[in-house]
Nanobody, 127 residues
Framework: QVQLVESGGGWVQAGGSLRLSCAASGRTFSSYCMAWFRQAPGKDREFVAA????????YYADSVKGRFTISRDNAKNTVYLQMNSLKPEDTAVYYC????????????????????WGQGTQVTVSS
Protein backbone atom coordinates (compact mmCIF):
# COMPACT_ATOMS: atom_id res chain seq x y z
CA GLN A 1 0.00 0.00 0.00
CA VAL A 2 1.01 3.57 -0.54
CA GLN A 3 1.48 5.94 2.39
CA LEU A 4 -0.17 9.35 2.07
CA VAL A 5 0.48 12.60 3.94
CA GLU A 6 -1.76 15.63 3.46
CA SER A 7 -0.76 19.23 4.13
CA GLY A 8 -1.86 22.76 3.37
CA GLY A 9 -4.99 22.99 5.44
CA GLY A 10 -5.75 25.99 7.61
CA TRP A 11 -8.10 28.83 8.31
CA VAL A 12 -9.32 31.21 5.63
CA GLN A 13 -12.10 33.74 5.22
CA ALA A 14 -14.93 33.10 2.81
CA GLY A 15 -13.89 33.92 -0.74
CA GLY A 16 -10.29 33.01 -0.05
CA SER A 17 -8.10 30.23 -1.42
CA LEU A 18 -6.05 27.32 -0.15
CA ARG A 19 -3.97 24.66 -1.86
CA LEU A 20 -3.84 21.20 -0.35
CA SER A 21 -1.05 18.76 -1.10
CA CYS A 22 -0.88 15.01 -0.66
CA ALA A 23 2.54 13.39 -0.83
CA ALA A 24 2.75 9.66 -1.54
CA SER A 25 5.49 7.22 -0.71
CA GLY A 26 6.88 4.64 -3.06
CA ARG A 27 7.83 4.50 -6.72
CA THR A 28 4.48 3.47 -8.19
CA PHE A 29 2.54 6.72 -7.74
CA SER A 30 1.58 6.86 -11.40
CA SER A 31 -0.24 3.54 -11.07
CA TYR A 32 -2.77 5.07 -8.67
CA CYS A 33 -5.84 7.17 -9.27
CA MET A 34 -5.94 9.91 -6.68
CA ALA A 35 -8.92 11.54 -5.05
CA TRP A 36 -9.88 14.01 -2.36
CA PHE A 37 -12.74 13.44 0.06
CA ARG A 38 -13.90 15.54 2.97
CA GLN A 39 -15.84 15.06 6.17
CA ALA A 40 -17.57 17.84 8.08
CA PRO A 41 -18.52 17.44 11.75
CA GLY A 42 -21.56 15.25 12.13
CA LYS A 43 -21.69 14.39 8.44
CA ASP A 44 -20.64 11.46 6.31
CA ARG A 45 -17.46 11.59 4.28
CA GLU A 46 -18.13 12.92 0.79
CA PHE A 47 -16.30 12.89 -2.50
CA VAL A 48 -14.66 16.11 -3.69
CA ALA A 49 -12.46 15.45 -6.74
CA ALA A 50 -10.50 12.71 -8.50
CA UNK A 51 -7.76 12.48 -11.09
CA UNK A 52 -6.71 9.52 -13.21
CA UNK A 53 -3.30 7.85 -13.33
CA UNK A 54 -1.69 10.24 -15.81
CA UNK A 55 -3.91 13.20 -15.02
CA UNK A 56 -5.78 12.96 -18.30
CA UNK A 57 -9.18 12.67 -16.64
CA UNK A 58 -10.64 14.56 -13.73
CA TYR A 59 -13.97 14.34 -11.96
CA TYR A 60 -15.58 16.74 -9.50
CA ALA A 61 -18.48 16.84 -7.13
CA ASP A 62 -21.11 19.34 -8.26
CA SER A 63 -20.62 21.33 -5.08
CA VAL A 64 -17.02 22.23 -5.96
CA LYS A 65 -17.11 22.27 -9.76
CA GLY A 66 -15.70 25.53 -11.10
CA ARG A 67 -14.08 26.42 -7.76
CA PHE A 68 -11.70 23.55 -7.06
CA THR A 69 -9.01 22.08 -9.31
CA ILE A 70 -7.27 18.75 -8.80
CA SER A 71 -3.86 18.15 -10.35
CA ARG A 72 -0.91 15.81 -9.92
CA ASP A 73 2.82 15.77 -10.44
CA ASN A 74 3.94 12.17 -10.90
CA ALA A 75 7.59 13.17 -10.77
CA LYS A 76 7.02 14.51 -7.25
CA ASN A 77 4.57 11.80 -6.14
CA THR A 78 2.13 14.52 -5.18
CA VAL A 79 -1.49 15.39 -5.84
CA TYR A 80 -2.89 18.87 -5.27
CA LEU A 81 -6.26 20.43 -4.64
CA GLN A 82 -6.48 24.12 -5.45
CA MET A 83 -9.52 25.54 -3.68
CA ASN A 84 -10.77 28.99 -4.69
CA SER A 85 -13.85 30.99 -3.72
CA LEU A 86 -14.10 29.03 -0.51
CA LYS A 87 -17.39 28.95 1.37
CA PRO A 88 -18.15 28.19 5.02
CA GLU A 89 -19.77 24.94 3.90
CA ASP A 90 -16.36 23.80 2.61
CA THR A 91 -15.20 23.52 6.22
CA ALA A 92 -14.16 19.90 6.81
CA VAL A 93 -11.27 17.54 7.26
CA TYR A 94 -9.93 16.78 3.79
CA TYR A 95 -8.57 13.32 3.07
CA CYS A 96 -6.43 12.04 0.23
CA UNK A 97 -7.18 8.63 -1.30
CA UNK A 98 -5.08 6.45 -3.59
CA UNK A 99 -6.54 3.52 -5.49
CA UNK A 100 -5.37 1.51 -8.48
CA UNK A 101 -8.89 1.71 -9.92
CA UNK A 102 -10.83 4.63 -11.33
CA UNK A 103 -13.94 4.62 -9.17
CA UNK A 104 -16.29 6.99 -10.96
CA UNK A 105 -19.71 5.37 -11.13
CA UNK A 106 -21.88 5.22 -14.22
CA UNK A 107 -24.82 6.73 -12.40
CA UNK A 108 -22.72 9.57 -11.02
CA UNK A 109 -20.55 9.85 -7.97
CA UNK A 110 -17.22 8.35 -7.03
CA UNK A 111 -16.88 5.29 -4.84
CA UNK A 112 -15.47 6.17 -1.45
CA UNK A 113 -14.35 2.78 -0.19
CA UNK A 114 -11.05 1.00 -0.60
CA UNK A 115 -7.54 2.14 -1.37
CA UNK A 116 -5.18 3.96 0.95
CA TRP A 117 -6.03 7.03 3.00
CA GLY A 118 -4.07 9.85 4.54
CA GLN A 119 -4.60 11.19 8.05
CA GLY A 120 -6.47 14.29 6.87
CA THR A 121 -5.93 18.04 7.03
CA GLN A 122 -8.39 20.51 8.52
CA VAL A 123 -9.83 23.31 6.41
CA THR A 124 -11.85 25.99 8.16
CA VAL A 125 -13.65 28.73 6.24
CA SER A 126 -15.12 31.58 8.25
CA SER A 127 -17.96 33.78 7.08
Amino acid sequence: QVQLVESGGGWVQAGGSLRLSCAASGRTFSSYCMAWFRQAPGKDREFVAAISWSGGSTYYADSVKGRFTISRDNAKNTVYLQMNSLKPEDTAVYYCNADRNWKAQSGGGYQGSGGSWGQGTQVTVSS
